[in-house]
């Protein structure tokens, strides 16, 4: 029979959940995530399994990266149903503390990330965001000490953040990036893809199918201008309040004139109604 798989919610669990691990020199993956897991998340847990002998999962809805007036309250929250999920992968280890826990009285200390975490992109749309990913994703790394931590291409920017951090803080924790998992149809999986209507969810795919034209006409040698251009119309006619779609280089997340600045990735965030999508694509 399978051991249940344990939750901590405290510090003191954590510790010593991790210190048995450590006691036995295992080391260790951490998968940060916010819940309401699918199939991306569970890509990662397995990424991590094959990385390291134990994988640590981290839930938790942070408010310190979203705004007031975004959907911290209404994000899904869904523990019960993501432990039997993880449980079921061979994971080790749910870390799904409190607000409290996390940012107890008195938290008074916020990462300024720059850099990427500066380029014009989702910063430009979410100006509180990466601060607040990059703080609490020191603290997990803080709380935790894994050996990796495995996130999503699917956010790329985030992505090149936290490597950024965990390099430049000294972290010791090597970040590995998975390519993003996608729906047959191509919607790269959100738990914000709870949100769409029926009717939004047949158009959502075109965000994908945009990058993908785009990254072909680049590929093919098409000057990038007109190509992001038209992929802004056709989008737009697709029913998209597009925040941004760009042509970047794919390490620095730098404006690119064209494909001789490259390797480019495309990255375009776009609202359908009231659910707001991001996606990316290497050219
Ligand atoms: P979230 O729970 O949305 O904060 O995401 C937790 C982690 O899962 C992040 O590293 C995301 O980039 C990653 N992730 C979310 N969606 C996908 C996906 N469709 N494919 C791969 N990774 C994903």
């Keep these: 029979m399978k051991a249940i798989l344990p939750v901590t919610r405290t510090l003191k669990a954590l510790d010593g959940a991790v210190a048995r691990f450590r006691a036995k020199r295992e080391t260790v993956a951490l998968v940060p995530t916010m819940g309401a897991l699918h199939a991306g998340h569970l890509a990662l847990v ?115 953040v936290v490597t950024r951090l965990a390099a430049d803080l000294d972290l010791r924790v090597k970040v590995i990036g998975l390519p993003t998992v996608r729906e047959k149809d191509g919607l790269a999986l959100s738990s914000r893809n709870l949100y769409l209507s029926a009717e939004e969810r047949v158009r959502a795919p075109a965000l994908h199918r945009v990058l993908e034209t785009c990254a072909e006409r680049i590929a093919a040698g098409r000057p990038i201008k007109g190509v992001m251009a038209s992929g802004l119309t056709a989008l737009t006619r697709d029913g998209f309040a597009v925040d941004y779609l760009e042509a970047r280089h794919a390490e620095t997340l730098a404006p690119v004139k064209s494909a001789k600045d490259g390797p480019i990735r495309l990255l375009v965030a776009a609202r359908l109604g009231a659910t707001r999508l991001i996606d990316n694509l290497a050219v």
């Design 46 to 160: 397995r990424l991590a399994r094959k990385k390291a002998d134990r994988v640590v999962v981290s839930i938790f809805v942070n408010p310190a990266q979203f705004a007031p007036h975004e959907d911290f309250a209404s994000y899904p929250r869904r523990l019960s149903a993501d432990v039997g999920v993880l449980g079921r992968e061979g994971v080790d280890l749910v870390w799904a503390p409190d607000t409290a826990v996390m940012y107890p009285q008195g938290f008074s200390t916020r990462i300024a990330p720059e850099g990427p975490a500066l380029a014009g992109l989702e910063d430009a749309f979410r100006p509180h965001f990466f601060g607040g990913v990059a703080t609490v994703v020191a603290k997990l790394f803080g709380q935790v000490r894994p050996d990796i931590a495995v996130f999503g291409q699917k956010d790329y920017q985030q992505l090149k």
